[in-house]
């Protein structure tokens, strides 16, 4: 937390000296209140008139100023929320292919939303409020302390009743806090992942299923959220029963000395409510001190690994592809059965590779681990001299992309889908030849919106937008992975001759029905499993 507060040190300045102010004003609205009550045992009319005028004023003063210093910390506090959730988008920016998937998308949800918005109310949010309370403590001390020395002891005391024994239930609500966000992060994976087989459970007339399955999480969701509330309001509870002994307590104290004279009679009326002011903020102090501490996992799972992906993802020198990417001894298996072994093969610079073979040999497995997106094979895979594994993502997507049959589109324009956000003045006609090599010819303008994942068009016409995305900013590899798998046959011939005629473009597909026209036009066609 302290590393986001440095990153806004200069208006979190600003905003803890506006809190003192605020608190300085409320303090004073409960001392003028001895001079109000004194009046009316005086039955001084003027006087009462006066100090209320003043009262009023002053806490005129405090409502207009509140106001705009609860503007500025909302403020303040999504600044930071942004900064949080931009560490977030660098750890995964900086994560590797494995890396990524080892969560799903509904576990990154979750730490976007639910972690954040957790952070956000418990721990940021809760610490202003802990300065505004720790600095009514002090003022609501000393004006007590005005009235009477003995004040100072008895408060001291209180004091340390009502924040030590809270501090000890500090660690079930550690506990809860974590399960809340484990809770959060499994129904947001479990929602997002029947959500997305909404068309399947239609097709198949089971769309009740999807009702159950998520009544199912829900269900689990709602025994984690009933755990924490109970955790929470425990700990409450028991602050507040503590908040209204010390009440009590300051209140027959005032009242004592009230009867011995030690102290005017108006100021049982403000003692009260200044007492009521120090205990509600120990009170409120101690519960925020307590969420606050429960969130320091969130932190830390926010963070981690941050900085290390962050250097990870730059790249230590410029990837060059002169010669050759060479497969040397390649094993690669799943849950014990063998996809690929002992795999020998070389890609010329330049040349143009078919990779062929029946379902299950191993094609699309070997582009996935020539592309880096694999790594726990053994043998080794060379781009000229340099061993694939010792490479970051940063250097190899500088050589080489993916082009997938399983293209994913973004809710945005046919320019952006296909540029990846590029400078629009710079990408006009480079957007447009690609366009034009990828044959998208169902396009009224680059501004037309794709709806997610291109639920608006066909899977012929994904293809070729996935395809106009590599024509757009070429590689000197193409990965292409059944690329042209949902074009009809002469477009599927067209596009391909795009790569096949590029003399500085090498080439490795994999294809379950090679184009007899073009089988020539390879280098090499590469059957494994043959």
């Not at 009023?56 to 910390?73: D, H, R």
């Not at 399947?200 to 025994?223: F, G, H, I, M, P």
């Not at 002011?277 to 009170?283: A, E, G, R």
């Not at 795009?498 to 007899?516: C, G, K, Y």
Request: charge should be positive; charged fraction near 15%; include cysteine.
């Amino acid at each position: 937390m302290k590393t986001y507060l440095r990153h806004q040190r200069g208006r979190t300045g600003i905003n803890v000296v506006w809190i003192i102010v605020n608190v300085l004003l409320y303090t004073g609205t409960s001392v003028l209140l001895t001079f109000t009550t004194n009046a009316i045992f005086s039955r001084d009319m003027k006087a009462l008139l006066l100090w209320s005028a003043i009262n009023l004023s002053v806490w005129g003063t405090f409502l207009i100023s509140n106001y705009f210093q609860a503007v500025f910390q909302e403020k303040l506090t999504q600044r930071i929320m942004i900064d949080v959730r931009d560490t977030i988008s660098r750890k995964i920016v900086g994560s590797s292919y494995a890396q990524y998937h080892k969560q799903t998308t509904g576990e990154y949800l979750s730490e976007y939303v639910n972690d954040v918005g957790n952070i956000e109310s418990n721990a940021i949010k809760n610490l202003f409020s802990l300065l505004s309370d720790g600095t009514t403590v002090v003022f609501a001390t000393i004006a007590l302390a005005a009235y009477h020395l003995l004040f100072i002891p008895m408060i001291l005391f209180l004091s340390i009743l009502m924040l030590k024994i809270p501090s000890r239930l500090g660690k079930p609500m550690t506990v809860a806090t974590t399960e809340m966000s484990n809770g959060n992060a499994a129904f947001s994976n479990q929602v997002t992942n029947v959500l997305n087989g909404f068309d399947v459970l239609l097709n198949a007339n089971k769309l009740s299923k999807l009702q159950e399955l998520v009544k199912t999480a829900a269900k689990r969701y709602a025994e984690v959220k009933v755990s924490y509330t109970k955790t929470n309001a425990r700990i409450s509870n028991s602050i507040a029963a503590l908040s209204i002994f010390c009440q009590v307590m300051v209140d027959i104290m005032t009242s004592i000395l009230a009867i011995l004279g030690a102290i005017p009679l108006g100021a049982i009326s403000s003692t009260g409510s200044i007492a009521a002011s120090i205990f509600n903020s120990l009170s409120s102090l101690s519960n925020d001190a307590v969420q606050i501490k429960a969130t320091h996992p969130l932190f830390d799972k926010v963070i981690q690994g941050s900085s290390k992906s962050a250097m990870a993802h730059e790249s230590t020198q410029e990837p060059a592809f002169q010669h050759a990417l060479k497969v040397v001894d390649l094993s690669y298996s799943i849950n014990g059965n063998k996809i690929l072994d002992h795999l020998n093969l070389t890609f010329e610079r330049g040349g143009k590779y078919a990779i062929v073979g029946r379902s299950g040999v191993g094609k699309s497995t070997l582009l996935k681990i020539l592309d880096g997106q694999i790594t726990d094979y053994t043998g080794h895979v060379y781009i000229d001299d340099q061993d694939l594994r010792t490479m970051t993502m940063t250097a190899l997507t500088k050589i080489s992309q993916y082009v997938d049959q399983n293209v994913y589109l973004f809710n945005d324009s046919v320019a952006n889908n296909t540029s990846l956000w590029a400078n629009k003045q710079k990408s006009g006609n480079s957007l447009q030849q690609a366009l034009l090599k990828a044959k998208v010819d169902f396009v009224k303008s680059p501004d037309q919106m794709i709806e997610e994942n291109g639920q608006n068009l066909s899977g012929g016409q994904k293809q070729r937008l996935a395809l106009a995305r590599f024509f757009y900013s070429p590689k000197p590899i193409a990965f292409v992975d059944e690329g042209t798998s949902a074009l009809d046959a002469e477009t599927a011939r067209q596009v391909t001759k795009q790569f096949l005629n590029d003399p500085d473009m090498t080439l490795i597909e994999v294809s379950h029905h090679l184009d007899a026209q073009l089988k020539g036009a390879y280098d090499q066609v590469i059957n494994l499993g043959a």
